[in-house]
Structure formats: C-alpha cells, structure tokens
C-alpha cells in the first residue's frame, strides 16, 4: 500500500467512529466526494441532535429518528426531509449489516414517511393523453426511445445512460441477428425485460468503461418491456451506429460524439427542447412547471401507482425497496410484477 492510499477501516472504528467508518466505506464503494460530504452533514447533525437528547447513533430508537424527521420538517422541503431521511436509513442499515449496530431505527420510520413515492403537489401535472401528444411529436428514433425508456420504466437519467446491451433482454429474432450480445445471467428466463444494476457508480468501471453516472436504487431490479416499449426499443436498435465503447452501451449519440454513450447532459439537452417546443420548459423556471428527464420519473409513479393501486410493486419498480419487500414480490416474478404492471401500465405510443 502506498503512502497516499487510504488506510483500511477496521471494525473497532465502527464502534469509535461509526460516521467516519461508514463515509470511508462509501469512498471504497465509489462514492463521489460530494455525495460522501453530503452524507457526512446529515449524519453529524443527527449526531448533536441525539447528544442533546443524551442518546447516542448505536442507541437510537425508532423515537428519536421520528422526532429528528419531524424538526427537520419546521426548516426544509418535504423532498430535502425524505432525502436526509433517506441517507439515515442507509447508514443504518449499512451499519447493521456489518454488525456494528443492531437494528435499524430508521426503517419503519421511511416505511411510514413513504415520502419517496408521493406526488408533488407543487409540479406540472400532464395527463397520459398529454404525453401521449407529446411523444407522438418526437421525430427522432433516439428521442422516442430515451423519452418511452423514462416514461415507462420510472428510471433515473443516469440509470438509462448506464444501460448496455447486455441489461436488455428483448424476446425478437431480428435484435438477436442484429445484436447477438448474451444478457446478464439476472435476465436468464425473462424474455422482454431489463436489468438495472444498483452497482454502477460515477467514476468506477462498468463492463469495461468508466462510468459518468451513477445508479442511485437501493437493490438492482428486473423491469418488465411492454409491447409499446418493445416496438421503440427495436425501431432505435435499427438505426443505432455502432458504438465506440466496448461495453456496447444501448443508446449512443447520433450527433456530434456519434457513437458514444449517452451522458445525462445529452438527454436532458434533447428532453428540454422537445419540452420547449411544447411549451413545458421555460429558462429559469423551477421542477414546479419544466418538464426535465426527471419529470418522467414523477409521472410514472403518480399515474402507475393509482392505476395499481399498489404502492409496493411501484416502490420495487423504482428501485426504492429494501430486501424484504424485494423478496416478496420477486420469488414469484411471472404472477406479481410482470402481470400487474402489463395490465395497469399506460400507453403513451
């Protein structure tokens, strides 16, 4: 190990520091220094908050964690409360599965806050025959294919620029000719599907490519292909140029940087004009009324959560569920998942 390497954590210091021991942790996992400060902030004030209280982080209870939520809801924005609630939980449950804590305080608390999949009330709302106007208005192959991705899938941008050819299983003999790429073991059994890695992180090599983006869902989940979707993907897969990384990203350039992967940048430059044109996006304007990558994201949870009236196959679709409530909804993927969301999903083509 050189001078300039990071000593290793060893296990006393989750007990001693269990903030520093978790933040080093995040460092080894890939973690951006701006994402470990983040971290770092709430961790620590939720630090003072327990000392006040003559508590400590190992001895928390589901009490303390709900009456530093509640005060943080006197000074920030539902989103900012569900974010720092959010970076509690996972170094919680972190912490517990290292075996430094016991429980995790936090968990029911996120279960019972379920901040994370309620609609803003403060955005834009678009009806499905609004957007449907809307995609049909998209000319260009990649376009419809990043904006049908978003709209039926509810992934991050960053998600969708992480996807390679090898997440995407689609059941079609001419995409099997034309791209004869084997996909994950995880897609094994499920024609007409996608993978989205919880794994890939900005900066870290990805099947053989640095990475940009990061994934950003707490486990890595297994999204049904709709029919509409499945006709857009092929449609872009017959036009793609051939790509320059070796990874064989899904989507690519078409443009100036012909043949490189997508960037967050790129698609939220197409997605914004195509908004503008339409009147959704206005320069300055905030989340509230511009139409972003990030607006699909909300329009899919709004709309498929009240079609389902199922809170949990949304959650696991988004890849905001732990392991237990994967588990439920995944050991039987045929008759749970794929079948619900087939039957309520929305047609935007």
Not at 189 to 211: L, W
Not at 228 to 257: G, H, N, Q, Y
Not at 267 to 287: L, S, T
Request: glycine share 6%; aromatic share 8%; net charge neutral.
């Amino acid at each position: 190990m050189s001078e300039s390497d990071p000593a290793p954590a060893r296990r006393d210091d989750a007990v001693d520091d269990p903030i520093a021991y978790f933040l080093r942790d995040l460092e080894y996992h890939g973690k951006s220094e701006r994402t470990r400060r983040a971290y770092g902030r709430v961790l620590r004030t939720f630090r003072t908050f327990l000392r006040e209280r003559g508590g400590t982080l190992a001895a928390a209870d589901r009490r303390d964690c709900m009456a530093y939520v509640h005060g943080l809801r006197e000074e920030h924005a539902p989103s900012t409360v569900a974010t720092y609630a959010s970076y509690l939980n996972r170094f919680y449950a972190y912490m517990t599965q290292v075996g430094a804590f016991d429980a995790n305080p936090m968990a029911l608390v996120i279960e019972e806050m379920d901040e994370s999949v309620d609609a803003d009330p403060t955005r834009r709302e678009l009806s499905i025959p609004q957007m449907r106007a809307f995609v049909g208005r998209l000319g260009h192959p990649l376009d419809r294919a990043l904006v049908v991705t978003l709209l039926k899938t509810g992934m991050r941008v960053g998600e969708l620029c992480n996807l390679d050819l090898r997440d995407v299983s689609l059941d079609d003999e001419e995409v099997r000719a034309a791209y004869p790429v084997t996909p994950r073991g995880a897609l094994d059994g499920r024609p007409d599907s996608i993978f989205v890695a919880s794994e890939v992180a900005r900066g870290r090599a990805v099947n053989g490519e640095e990475r940009s983006a990061s994934n950003k869902r707490k486990r890595s989940t297994v999204i049904p292909i709709d029919r509409e979707l499945k006709r857009v993907l092929k449609v872009w897969l017959a036009i793609r140029p051939e790509a320059v990384s070796p990874a064989e990203p899904l989507f690519v350039s078409t443009s100036d940087a012909w043949g490189e992967r997508v960037t967050t940048g790129l698609v939220r430059q197409r997605v914004v004009r195509q908004a503008e044109r339409n009147g959704w996006y206005r320069p300055g304007g905030g989340a509230e009324e511009n139409v972003t990558p990030h607006y699909f994201r909300h329009f899919f949870t709004t709309h498929l959560r009240d079609r389902t009236g199922d809170r949990g196959i949304v959650k696991y679709l988004r890849g905001d569920v732990a392991a237990d409530v994967i588990d439920t909804y995944t050991h039987n993927w045929g008759d749970r998942v794929r079948e619900v969301y087939e039957a309520n999903v929305y047609s935007v083509v």
